[in-house]
């Protein structure tokens, strides 16, 4: 696993060097302060071997994951170790003064706790639920956010940190966490995030791949239904209006409302609304309706993957986002919907799973986006 | 444009020398046979500009492109201008055996039009309706052509020609046709063709990109109508079933049956069958049913196209086969569905049209990649 080093005797392999260059290189690292032992790795019966990283005096990279409930914030080691995070509810559309505010407050709590200064941060990541001008790191016309059209998060962050700062879609920045997680060994997979929206990032020929607008990934308004609800977009059927956290929690309600959940009858009365995660616990406990709203969900999301999947014949389709708190019967709804949907030749090899970073993805996204971007500036610099 | 040749001034500029090292290494380059000039180019008022290209006496490359219902032949100078071309009716259903012979037969004539022997042949490429094994030049499990299934084109062609072949799907050679002829100036892009089927050639960061498997573009199968009629691929609603070339037939059948056009009734009178191609004329002369098929058709097309755009985000979506002869009923059509359907940042800039190399982007695609894999081929041999 990248995050816990590389052995030393990789290190010749991989740089493809005689072992006696390659430890020379790594003594010469070590002198500079740029490399430093991790401790030796567990032990295989033989000699045992150590373990180098990047070392911990170069600095820290701070990761920001706004999400449209949530925001997540987190200070990593340069090889992307997590060593502080926090996470907590927010309604991003009280704007970005508000927010972002809240966020400075965070890294420098965040920071203190690990004894660093805002001078050892060498890069700032950050994630958006929207469509980013990457170049000037705004938001252009978010409709999830519509306060934060043509703000300058850069601008902002600027006033405590000295560090260049880089902003992303989120999902985009899931694609980076996974590709930067699997070493770059898979050139062409698909990430997508299911919660208040529905958004995709897109690794093509080893790269994130934004499109010609930085709008590439935008499948929330696909239609599956020419005959469905309207969606916030204008158009019928989209499946962001069909089958996302806002969606889930309406068909909730009305199930509850109409008798045929005393489950979710009850949460309703104790609490007033309905949440997706409401639906994901009664579903894990086993509750008829609630089971019917996730393979619903499920299978409109597929359909709408396998539309993707018949496009662009990706390797794996990884899914994350607040779904996934779901458990296996979502997974199973939107499987079954893409195998059903998509061509044999495309799914022959097809993996379908939830992010293996798990809900760490987006911020080990957004501390891989500051690195490569910091390091990109710094040698064209 | 890129097949008349290059101006002598371009030379310096493009290969970023100094004009007097550019003649110094073009005088080389005639020398050895390889330039020659074109003859100047037309008067600009001063000093007339010469014109260089690729020495005729290199040789020639052969393309076909195999489509469901013909094909197209041609042989191409190396900087593929086309000297001589030839189109006809085939059923690509009879097999390899008989479409092959048909081909090689075809083939000969032409090369002996040109005055040209096998032995001048560099490099013969071929496109064909349904998904490619791209390394062993075969089909593989095509739904439209059953029969060519595993067979070895290589094999077949080698009978005549020491030169290498090189077999991808018809769509992908579009897409690297258009790619050719931009000279590599759009990075992402997609080319749709719509004949007997549908499918998809997709150009990301400058490349064709074919999937993991070899069946990116397989956009055919995209789901446009959930309750839609029953596909030969099983599943219901694929945009194929209901707007491609046979569908279009059956739906001008069915009017023409229904006394709802006069005109299609004559013509399904006279020849007891209708084709696409007497709806696109119909449509053409003012007939009202034979546009309603028209719209109809360009609107579920443009439906999935705007799933396309929603994930991939391409600067120009270019569409060609059979359907671009209906005119500009059917382009307006998918555009306004497009539009109607994908976001308004991903369209900002878009741009669609018909294939600019028109009913020639088969075979200058075919071209093209004969010519770019045999000096990748002698670049690594």
Known sequence: MWSTGLPREAVAHRAELSRTRANAAVASLMEQGLLEQAGPQASTGGRRAETLRLARTLGVVLAVDLGATGLDVAVLTPDLRILERHAEAMDVRRGPGLVLSRVRALLRELLARCGATPRQVLAIGLGVPGPVDFDHAQLVAPPLMPEWDGFSIRDDLRADYAAPVFVDNDVNLMALGELWRLQRSLKNF?????????????????????GVNGSAGDVGHICVDPQGPRCHCGNLGCVEAMAAGPAIARMATEAAQAGKSPMLAQLLDERGVLTPADVAQASRAGDAASNAIVQRAGALIGQMLASVVNFFNPSHVFIGGGVTRTGPLFLASVRQSIYHRSLALSTRHLEIQYTPLGDEAGVVGAGALALQQAMLQGATA
Do not use: D, E, L
């Open 190 to 210: 698909v990430v997508i995030k299911v919660g208040t929206g529905i958004g995709c990032g897109i690794v093509c020929q080893g790269q994130v791949y934004r």
